[in-house]
């Protein structure tokens, strides 16, 4: 393997404990393996080159673990984290693995679900923040239904709301130093999960009390399972300044979440996908929610940790020789006119502007002339990605 493609701590690479400690098991079979225990996950990651682990309150933490258990449990995992230099940089809070939450958590439909949903987040964020977290993730994973007889969706999304609202209360009364990141999904394991996509999340943080504190986690195969394009909501949530946080992983649309391996599925979107993180200067966590196939044993674990970091780095050597091809920015540069006199008079408003612009003389017959080379462009990005360039 080329040294050219070693992962380095700046690459702030990151798995979740969930990802490395996945037994295989899906809706029609049992486990096909043991998976990484949390210490042997942040032990053998630290090997393959990577930042950190990211956890679910009980991926470490048993939901019934006593308060000495739980502290114990805790004090080991931080050696093992100092130990290795490895850090913490996101916690979320499972609302969904056990029964009580089979109808949802903030927005179920009992108070007391409701109540202990809160709760727990508060809990596994003073977890969070006892390992150095400094964003906490927070996906819906039953927050939806099937029976919509009987739940009000409104009800849903204004107690989403109030779940949100009190949580930041709770970050900024303790002194906490902690951002939220909201990871939608479509759909799985509800029928319908509530605030489905990014660009309704991004709708929603806008409605909150603190929606500075608040920002996205996007997931390539839950955007992609909705048929969307994944690096156009990406582009929104970068633009909006909310993309603090990523879900790396792969999918071919309209399945189920496959969440494999990054850059298995879909090469040239996951090019792309590279390519706004790294041209924009994404600095955060490029975090793998993925896992090995089911058909893997425990060894191929370490095989599918190392390919997702090795095939970023991979993309992000394409993006750097995309960047740098001659032909390649001659092409782009022809796709991308420029007409500065054009571009003042439309960037914004003002009334002698606007009077300008109405009495100009336009003949879209002429415009409709004007070529768009994209064929060229398209090919040489293929031959780029394919290796053929
Ligand atoms: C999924 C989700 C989860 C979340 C995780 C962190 O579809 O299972 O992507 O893996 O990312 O719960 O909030
Ligand atoms: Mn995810
Ligand atoms: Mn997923």
Redesign the pocket.
Known sequence: MSVMYQPKKEDKFTF?L?TVGNRGRDPFGDEVRAGATPIEAVRRLAELGAYGVNL?DNDLVPINATAGERDRIVAEFKTVLDDTGMKVPMA?T?LFYHPVFRDGAFTSNDPAIRAYAVQKAMRGIDLGVELGAELY???G?REGAEVDAAKDPVSAVKRMREALNFLCEYVMDQGYKMRFCL?A?PN?PRGDIYLPTTGAMLGFIATLAHPEMVGL?P?V??EQMAGLCFHHAVAQAIDAGKLWHI?LNAQKPGRF?Q?LRFASEGYKGAFFLVKLLEDNGYDGPRHF?AHPYRTESDQGIWDFAAGCMRSYLILKEKVRQFNADPEIQEAYREANPTDPDLEALIESYDRPKAETLKAMDWDPEELAQRRLAYERLDQLTFELVTGAR
Request: no cysteine; glycine share 10%.
């Open positions: 979740g969930w679910h979320t499972n993730v927070f996906w994973g990871e999904k799985e986690n997931e195969a839950h879900d979440d969440d929610d």
